[in-house]
């Protein structure tokens, strides 16, 4: 919410030597979040004033535009500093060449003299042009930095906002009001009835300690149909006023005060009709909406809308409508999306001179569920979502259709006001309960003074307070809403903060202590942490060789996608990865080892039943919720780029490769206290000759391995980069239990290795595992140290060396037992394996 200040002086009675810093500061210790203070028209200075247009002579030139020579009235003390005077016999002035269309004798304009500087450093001086000494300029919208339009220069009006004549020589910017200072509020959706002049205004003043004067001052009257029939077909509508204006004149405009306050807000001024919606929206918070009189037929009728039904809205767009969506009809059908978007059918028109004005109110949750639903996000919804006031609507539809009268030249011909104002929930408060809650001594009737400041009607019941909220306070539901809100306007930095005392624990769980061991040992085995959005594309699946039958085809689509080029969530870290790669490359950096640790999403996902909040859901509805959600484990994902270690005068540079990738892996089981055993694999993305497959007993947790050169192309990644992905919540299923960790023995260790000749098609790890078995439990650890092939061993074998370690548990052991494990172990690889003891 952009909120001029100088709007908000009109409401809340700040000290003029207040300034937009100091107000901020004071919203923001109420509980406001004031992200901006925006200081409109600093840039400009020097003399800016206003100037009456005596004549404009229209001059062609051979460049084919069209200039005007015009003699401009600045004021007595302007004229007589004129660096050329006006021809003899005619009025003082000053000649200005201006290129506008809009320019017309007797115009009221604004002129920057010579010496003024505007927006971006331009400095007016009187220059030689078009064959004239222009001697200032006439300004637009633009080039004072008050708003983007450059069609035409600033006409000024005869009179001030007060009624008051403008005359030659007058300071322009106070006129425009163009030295103001802008806040821009964060409104959280609790605060709803902050999107608006009048909530700001009333925080304003109460945080300030100053008088408030609410815009509103007309209660609603009971129902009663004097003007165009309404009425309501569905709860989600309880109150719908519609005034009636007749006789507008289409051609009247916004006055510009109006225009101005509206760009400073951020909206864009548009006609007149328009404009004063938005202004009364912005002003009191009640959205209202104009139909074309002529275009409506027969009356409104408020209802849900039914299955096939289908409206053009405002923007242009065709839109499909839900069941669970509130339409506006009239007699032709479907005429509005309720609370979200009017339809083009009987939009105001330029010719428009019959107006309905409607101010209704519609319930937050339909609303906000339509506004998601067809993905478009408007002023008016964003206030209907939050729950706006509907005791403001009666008085809201009368100040537009008054200030369509008065700039317009229409009249009310009638008014329509079907149903009523809901009633908002009493509460019963023990009158201490802010003190006990926020642990600071706020007695009783300081919390009552604040609770009448903030509007809420306040009755002393013995020891408790009986609270009735304004209507524009749909917060405030439960006891615990109005203590916040005595502590919010206590202000949370004069509340001590007490930690409670934490209950006797038992430590981190064992989840925790392996995650925090993982991020302490990964950055230290060389890889960088990064965070991606857990979103994914279909695409990305593609370019990864993902085959149709492949888990990771199991997406989970998104309701609400934050953007629809990844509409779902992701089954695998690495495209994000590969991503943050591509984007540091781009930036010159290949030298890259990132990893990611985050959860992946696998589908089918169901429907899950919403439960009341009025009560802990059952069982069974737990049941249900859990069953609908999508299996979510924990990877962890690496990726390696160009250099792992750079060259230097005692090395040359180290290539990042395959083996740093399974390095990653081997460093989060080792951390873990789990051993895994690898084994060759072909698994997109990965090389197929150059993967490993990581299992812990049966159980496959990842792989690792060089990517695909398709998949560096597809991704836009070095050649040669390497990849890993490991689902750690399955390895860490894994992890030893208390009861399970071995017994550490004091005794000897003795040492016995082993050379193993196997084919080169056997895979290590099961060599390794059946050594393990064989060996049994005086197996200490087991550990490959050797690699050969060569003439002395035949031709399609490998020589493998292990490094067997033994020890018992209750005794120092003998050589002959370590010689017996050791030859039962080569005996179980033989039988497995194939394996033969190679001869030294």
């Known amino acids: 919410m952009r909120a001029p200040v100088t709007w908000i002086r009109d409401h809340a009675a700040l000290d003029e030597a207040m300034t937009g810093r100091q107000l901020a500061d004071a919203l923001i210790r109420a509980g406001l979040e004031v992200e901006t203070v925006e200081q409109i028209g600093a840039e400009v200075s020097g003399p800016v004033v206003v100037g009456r247009v005596l004549s404009a002579v229209r001059e062609p030139q051979k460049n084919g535009k069209t200039i005007s020579w015009c003699r401009v009235d600045c004021g007595p003390a302007a004229n007589a500093e004129a660096a050329q005077p006006a021809p003899e016999g005619e009025p003082a002035s000053r000649g200005i060449v201006c290129g506008a269309p809009n320019v017309v004798e007797g115009a009221l304009v604004v002129v920057a003299l010579p010496g003024a500087v505007l927006p971006g450093g331009f400095a007016i001086a009187a220059r030689k042009t078009y064959g004239h000494l222009s001697d200032g300029m006439i300004c637009a919208e633009d080039e004072l930095g008050i708003g983007e339009d450059h069609a035409g220069i600033i006409i000024l009006p005869d009179t001030d906002a007060e009624g008051r004549p403008i005359t030659p020589g007058q300071e322009a910017l106070p006129l425009l009001e163009e030295r103001d200072e802008v806040l821009d509020i964060a409104v959280t959706p609790d605060l709803g009835y902050c999107l608006s002049i009048r909530g700001l205004a009333r925080e304003a003043a109460q945080a300030c300690a100053v008088a408030f004067t609410d815009p509103v001052t007309r209660t609603t009257p009971p129902a009663h149909a004097d003007g165009f029939p309404v009425r309501s077909e569905t709860s989600g509508c309880p109150l719908f006023v519609a005034v009636t204006v007749e006789g507008l004149d289409p051609a009247a405009h916004s006055p510009e005060w109006m225009r101005r306050r509206l760009t400073m807000a951020g909206m864009r001024p548009i006609s007149l009709a328009v404009d004063v919606t938005n202004y009364v929206m912005l002003e009191i918070g009640q959205p209202l909406h104009a139909y074309d009189g002529d275009r409506l037929t027969d009356g409104i009728v408020v209802r849900q809308a039914a299955a096939g039904e289908r409206l053009?809205?405002?923007d242009g767009v065709d839109r499909a409508l839900d069941?669970?969506?509130?339409?506006?009809?009239?007699?032709?059908?479907?005429?509005?999306?309720?609370?979200?978007?009017?339809?083009?059918?009987?939009?105001?028109?330029?010719?428009?001179?019959?107006?309905?004005?409607?101010?209704?109110?519609?319930?937050?949750?339909?609303?906000?569920?339509?506004?998601?639903?067809v993905k478009l996000s408007s002023e008016a919804s964003k206030r209907f979502e939050r729950g706006i006031d509907p005791g403001a609507a009666f008085a809201a539809a009368h100040r537009a259709a008054d200030l369509l009268v008065e700039f317009g030249g229409g009249q009310v011909t009638g008014e329509t006001v079907y149903g009523a104002v809901p009633v908002p929930p009493r509460q019963r408060v023990a009158a201490d309960l802010p003190a006990r809650i926020l642990g600071h001594p706020i007695a009783p009737v300081e919390a009552e003074r604040i609770l009448r400041a903030s509007g809420v009607?306040?009755?002393?019941?013995?020891?408790?307070?009986?609270?009735?909220?304004?209507?524009?306070?749909?917060?405030?539901?439960?006891?615990?809403?109005?203590?916040?809100?005595?502590?919010?306007?206590?202000?949370?930095?004069?509340?001590?903060?007490?930690?409670?005392?934490?209950?006797?624990?038992?430590?981190?769980?064992?989840?925790?202590?392996?995650?925090?061991?993982?991020?302490?040992?990964?950055?230290?085995?060389?890889?960088?942490?990064?965070?991606?959005?857990?979103?994914?594309a279909e695409s990305e699946l593609d370019r990864l060789g993902v085959t149709a039958e492949d888990d990771r085809r199991r997406l989970v689509r998104l309701a609400n996608p934050l953007a629809d080029t990844a509409p779902y969530l992701r089954t695998s870290l690495l495209p994000g990865l590969f991503a943050a790669v591509a984007r540091n490359a781009a930036r010159g950096q290949t030298d890259l080892a990132l990893y990611e640790r985050g959860l992946v999403f696998f589908g089918p996902a169901g429907v899950a039943p919403v439960p009341p909040v009025d009560r802990r859901p059952s069982e069974a509805e737990w049941e249900a919720i859990n069953a609908a959600l999508p299996e979510q484990p924990e990877h962890l994902a690496c990726v390696?780029?160009?250099?792992?270690?750079?060259?230097?005068?005692?090395?040359?540079?180290?290539?990042?490769?395959?083996?740093?990738?399974?390095?990653?892996?081997?460093?989060?089981?080792?951390?873990?206290?789990?051993?895994?055993?690898?084994?060759?694999?072909?698994?997109?993305?990965?090389?197929?000759?150059?993967?490993?497959?990581?299992?812990?007993?049966?159980?496959?947790?990842?792989?690792a391995g060089e990517l695909h050169p398709s998949v560096c192309q597809a991704f836009d990644l070095p050649a040669g980069s390497a990849a890993a992905e490991i689902d750690v919540s399955a390895l860490m299923a894994a992890v030893p239990g208390p009861g399970q960790l071995p017994t550490l023995s004091?005794?000897?260790?003795?040492?016995?290795?082993?050379?193993l000749v196997v084919s080169e098609k056997e895979p290590q790890a099961a060599v390794a595992a059946a050594l393990r078995e064989g060996a049994g439990d005086l197996l200490e650890s087991l550990a490959l140290f050797d690699v050969y092939r060569g003439s002395s061993i035949p031709e399609g074998s490998v020589s493998l060396a292990f490094a067997l370690r033994f020890r018992a548990p209750d005794r120092t052991l003998t050589e002959a037992e370590a010689t017996a494990a050791r030859d039962a172990a080569v005996a179980e690889a033989a039988r497995r394996c194939g394996a033969e003891l190679r001869a030294v």
């Open 640 to 703: 390696v780029t160009g250099q792992w270690l750079p060259s230097g005068w005692a090395a040359p540079a180290q290539p990042a490769q395959w083996r740093h990738a399974v390095h990653f892996v081997e460093t989060v089981a080792a951390t873990l206290g789990v051993e895994v055993a690898r084994l060759q694999d072909a698994q997109a993305p990965w090389h197929p000759g150059r993967c490993a497959r990581f299992i812990v007993g049966e159980t496959t947790i990842g792989h």
């Open 457 to 536: 009607d306040v009755a002393l019941d013995g020891d408790d307070l009986v609270l009735d909220p304004p209507t524009w306070r749909p917060d405030l539901v439960d006891p615990y809403d109005y203590v916040e809100e005595v502590g919010r306007k206590t202000g949370f930095d004069v509340i001590a903060p007490v930690v409670p005392t934490a209950p006797a624990g038992r430590g981190l769980t064992p989840a925790q202590k392996a995650r925090r061991a993982l991020t302490v040992a990964l950055p230290q085995a060389g890889f960088v942490e990064v965070i991606q959005f857990p979103f994914a």
């Open 746 to 755: 004091s005794y000897p260790i003795l040492k016995q290795d082993v050379a």
């Open 312 to 314: 053009v809205t405002l």
């Open 323 to 373: 069941e669970g969506d509130i339409v506006i009809t009239d007699g032709s059908g479907v005429i509005g999306l309720a609370g979200v978007m009017g339809g083009e059918d009987t939009e105001i028109t330029e010719a428009t001179t019959r107006v309905v004005l409607e101010a209704a109110y519609f319930a937050p949750v339909p609303i906000a569920r339509t506004s998601k639903r």
